[in-house]
């Protein structure tokens, strides 16, 4: 009965005229589909370039960023998000390494972190994450001996961020503590203010101009909404790392880090005045891109040796 009907209703004009129209549009939408996919890949080309632009060539004409004593010109990219990799490793350039120890709040999954370069060059540390799938992650990503990383998902606040740390096994003084929690990595700070890292790198919100000390309500169970309501200002940065005695030596150009550097180790070796005035980068979150391939923590090397030159004694 039913290829009765189907034979009926397949010689009526209407109906076939209706299934070849039918095709035609589904044709025609496929056909869109791919162009607006081409047209999607041209503009992340044309974006790509904008920015390879910007960065590596129309921002060297500016005296602010050919200052070989800023970090800025220093900006390169491995598995950092922002170009951070190479401005760290011109701080410690700078001032030599100790334990070659980091500590990293916020590390994600370990591809695209601050430290994961320093990871690959032979430095140990520690990362702590709130989200506690990265631990699983990093299991399935990165074989590394079990000294060498150590790793622990915990939501830290104010309140537990020294202990966090003691459980881990992290001496009071090593050589660089990053924290890039968004919505409380100012109150974070507060917590471990009984740790002495020699460098320390914090995300600050650059849509609050240099001037005003601003910090957001702290509450410690509060997350990041995706608003500009977070964080604090690099001036509050700048205050509170001086109260700690650590000195504000730059910010990343996209303006999302920013770098302090214990006030002892400075010297004339950054661009003075150490002031969010002198060194504060707005907001330019459109530059944010990837220039390689999809972001990975690379095999490590050796350790380098106690008596390479870019050591520095305690």
Partial sequence: MKS?????????PIIRELRFLSGQVLRELRHLGDRLNQLQLQLSQLHATTCVKTLDFELRQY??????????????QVCSQNAEDRMIQEIFRRIGTTDRTFVEIGSKTGGENNTAFLLAQGWKGY???????????IRNRIDLPNECLKCLACHVTRENAASVLRQLGVPAQFDLLCLDIDQNTYY????????CPRVVVVEYNAVIPPGLDWKVRYAPDR?????HNFGASLTAF????????YCLVGCDFIGVNAFFVRADLVADKFAAPFTAENHYEPPRYAFLHRRAHAASTLDRQDAEPPDSPNRSPK
């Fill in 188 to 195: 974070a700070w507060e917590g471990l203010a009984q740790f």
């Fill in 63 to 76: 005296p602010r960023y050919m200052d070989t004593k800023r970090l800025l010109s220093y900006a390169f």
């Fill in 4 to 12: 009765i009907l189907k034979a009926f209703y397949d010689r009526i």
């Fill in 238 to 245: 700048e205050l509170f790392g001086r109260q700690l005695g």
């Fill in 223 to 227: 997350v990041w909404d995706g608003s």
């Fill in 127 to 137: 990362w702590i994450d709130g989200n506690p799938e990265f631990l699983e992650a």
